[in-house]
């Protein structure tokens, strides 16, 4: 069963403007955390925020922010002011707590995302 | 700091090859992962590291060896390589289960 679904394989959004990528996720677990990375073209993966699934706030970092709501199951990204520089494929991850030591980590199938002058 | 440095950046494979990809950081993580890419797909785990002499397998590791002698180092060799492994391949690391910091890639075509 896949654990990370991102229904969104395209997206377009208008420069300066915000936007939504979509990511819901289905695990056991009570403790787990939530991750997005971008990819632009060049290939490298890049870190852009996380979400540990006790916190109770939304985590932020600069204009990305995540909107996690756990009965929902769901931990969208936000992209507020978009710039042209933001045209990447975007990836939801999961980690869950394994009963061994490691800590899986789960890539869903990402969103691209093509900002529009 | 590198950070997470691998190599080759590109090889092409004649099918039945072997090679090793290399990876290596400099940030003392004690966790270090290897993913694969296929064309607009997400990440699979490979193999994975806890710590130096620790390995275990991800999601796909068929036809993937691993060896961790160092904390430093995580090669992964391919051994007779098929059409079936042409994809990007990402080394990752991070200390603890934390957020885990990636290499460039390695563009691997098998032929």
């Known amino acids: 069963a896949q654990k990370i679904t991102q229904t969104q394989p395209g997206m377009f959004v208008q420069e300066k403007e915000a936007v939504t990528l979509d990511c819901t996720y289905d695990?056991?677990?009570?403790?787990?955390?939530l991750f997005w990375y971008k990819q632009p073209s060049s290939g490298e993966m890049i870190f852009l925020i996380y979400?540990?699934?006790?916190?109770?706030q939304n985590a932020t970092e600069g204009r990305y922010s995540l909107n996690f709501q756990k009965a929902r199951k769901s931990a969208n990204l936000v992209i507020s002011a978009s710039q042209l520089g933001d045209s990447a494929m975007y990836f939801c991850?999961?980690?869950?707590?394994?009963?061994?030591?490691?800590?899986?980590?789960?890539f869903g199938p990402g969103t691209s995302l093509s900002v529009i002058p | 700091n590198a950070g997470v440095t691998q190599t080759p950046k590109f090889r092409i494979l004649k099918i039945g090859q072997s090679m090793t990809l290399q990876c290596a950081q400099d940030?003392?993580?004690?966790?270090m992962y290897w993913y694969r890419q296929d064309p607009g797909m997400g990440l699979k785990l490979i193999y994975y590291s806890v710590g130096a002499g620790i390995t275990d397998k991800g999601e796909v590791p068929n036809g993937y060896n691993v060896s961790r002698s160092t904390t430093e180092d995580f090669p992964l060799r391919l051994e007779l390589a098929a059409p079936s492994q042409t994809s990007v391949y990402f080394c990752?690391?991070?200390?603890?289960?934390?957020?885990?910091?990636f290499g460039p890639g390695t563009r691997l075509t098998v032929l």
């Open positions: 990752a690391s991070s200390q603890g289960a934390d957020t885990q910091y």
């Open positions: 940030m003392n993580h004690n966790y």
């Open positions: 979400q540990g699934s006790y916190d109770e």
């Open positions: 991850a999961m980690r869950e707590m394994m009963k061994t030591s490691y800590d899986k980590v789960i």
């Open positions: 695990t056991s677990d009570q403790s787990y955390g």
